[in-house]
């Protein structure tokens, strides 16, 4: 299994990159995850969209063909981690292999990104900001993958 993070913007902090390193390195016993970082753009209040659609084509031209996208949406499907885990394991029986999820940056997702997606995922109502998206998520991976090998993790 592959599994790719279009992530927009940097982590800044060095914890934050310390997590997304030690998540990593777990997740590396069930996938190859890599992650990949666009540029964010700055959005003055009112340009919104343009921030977005300029975000957009940094994200598309790192999708290829082939994988199956999931966008990180507040109006995405919410899941437990048991249903995520579910969700995974179905697209990896029927033959997914390689499977990208994209973070927004902080004016969200342009349109056409969640149109491309194969699916939206919502980790939460709540508003987070990408760095720390991007540790849920793998966080959420690393425990998907404990459930479907049938291991234990923490609940």
């Known amino acids: 299994m592959n599994i790719r993070i279009i992530a927009v913007g940097k982590l800044k902090e060095d914890f934050y990159t310390a997590a997304q390193s030690e998540f990593t390195k777990r997740l590396s016993k069930y996938a190859n995850v890599t992650i990949t970082e666009v540029k964010d ?12 659609a300029a975000e957009a084509e940094r994200i ?3 999708i290829k063909d082939k994988e199956y996208v999931i966008a990180l949406e ?34 969200g997702l342009d349109k056409r990104v969640a149109a491309r997606a194969n699916a939206s995922v919502s980790f939460s109502k709540l508003t987070f900001s990408h760095q720390m998206m991007r540790q849920i998520l793998l966080e959420q991976l690393f425990r998907a993958f404990k459930i479907i090998n049938g291991e234990t ?3």
């Open 60 to 62: 598309f031209k790192n």
């Open 74 to 107: 507040i109006r995405g499907k919410e899941y437990d981690s048991e249903g995520f885990a579910n969700m995974l394991h179905r697209l990896m029986v029927s033959g997914v292999s390689d499977i990208v999820f994209i973070i927004g940056g902080s004016t």
């Open 153 to 155: 993790y923490h609940k």
């Open 41 to 52: 753009e700055r959005a003055d209040p009112g340009q919104e969209d343009i921030a977005r």
